[in-house]
């Protein structure tokens, strides 16, 4: 199955999904953990007819669903598929779904010369060292719990931020994170590479970058 791009999957204007990362994302809000295992049964169930499976996160108040294609490492037209499969059952359920909570995180290691620290960290977070033609050096947690570590050339002159978080969000949800973080005390550092990411400071300069997917070949 040919890998999707990121403004392929946006064509396909998949209500209550969002791209983040290399898979298609969403949140089902259940009323409690009964109904949150009847939807996972029937996605269950779903998945083995389609033969292709999500990765399922049940919790008392919600399920969260994650879709790709392992074989690839991306998102494909069974991807596709199977979310609508999958959104249709959660309305035959009476349930809603929604990607506006949805963030993931992760490390970004300023440093000027990177492969003298990387298998420190792999080492010492139990990862993998990734690289290939979409991603740059960067340490995976092979069981998906702990945050990617990627690594960011940068000056070595002190004092600067060694560590910052790149939070990965819906590009709807960007402007009210920004809002919100310049009412708590925070700036806006720079929008120039927008609408790929912004990069916020704390009032103590402390830096994070707000990513999405938009302006991305991945």
Known sequence: MAKLTAQQIAAEKLDGWVYI?????????TPDFAT???LVNALGAAAEAA???PDLDLRYTRVDIVLTSHDTG??????IRMA??????VADAGLTQECATIALVELALDTPAHTAILPFWTAVLGGEH???DDVGDE????HGVLPTVWFQESGSEEP????HPDVWIDPAQVQPRIDAAVAAGGTLVSDAEAPSFWVLADPEGNKVCLCTWQDRTF
């Open 36 to 38: 949150g295992l009847a």
């Open 51 to 53: 033969d292709h499976h």
């Open 21 to 29: 990362l290399g898979a298609l994302r969403t949140r089902v809000a």
């Open 139 to 142: 340490v995976r947690d092979p």
């Open 74 to 79: 991306a998102v494909t037209g069974r991807d």
């Open 84 to 89: 609508r499969t999958i959104s249709a059952l």
């Open 160 to 163: 600067r931020q060694h560590w």
């Open 130 to 132: 990734r690289v290939g």
